[in-house]
Nanobody, 130 residues
Framework: QAQLVESGGGSVQSGGSLRLSCASSGYISSSSSMAWFRQAPGKEREAVAVITAAGSTSYVDSVKGRFTISRDNAKNTLYLQMSSLKPEDTATYYC????????????????????????WGQGTQVTVSS
């Protein structure tokens, strides 16, 4: 049974930084695409950043230049470095792993692809105050 556990959330002031971590266990290999999603109260869950098995990354426009997704396969950990945080970044952040699309869909998965992942973490809260 695969498991994802997020950490690193918290409360910061506008302009601050946080680094989220997602530790994976079970059958989530370095060949798995992974992603960060977020959901604010009253809003739909949105993809923030995706990293494919090949290491390609994509970001939602609102975080480009401020957030960086990365992975350490030796540690089975996914990261999201967040800088220049804004109040609108306030949300619960979830990591996700193992693409459920088929074939080329998983090789080219990006932030526009939707929540097509098999495993999800429990979420970590990020609150940015102005």
């Amino acid at each position: 049974q695969a498991q994802l556990v997020e950490s690193g959330g918290g409360s910061v002031q506008s302009g601050g930084s946080l680094r989220l971590s997602c530790a994976s266990s079970g059958y989530i290999s370095s060949s798995s695409s992974m992603a960060w999603f977020r959901q604010a109260p009253g809003k739909e869950r949105e993809a923030v950043a995706v990293i494919t098995a090949a290491g390609s990354t994509s970001y939602v426009d609102s975080v480009k230049g401020r957030f960086t997704i990365s992975r350490d396969n030796a540690k089975n950990t996914l990261y999201l470095q967040m800088s220049s945080l804004k109040p609108e970044d306030t949300a619960t952040y979830y990591c996700a792993a193992v693409c459920t699309l088929t074939g080329v869909g998983c090789r080219t998965i990006d932030v526009r692809s939707g929540p097509h992942f098999r495993y999800w973490g429990q979420g970590t809260q990020v609150t940015v105050s102005s």
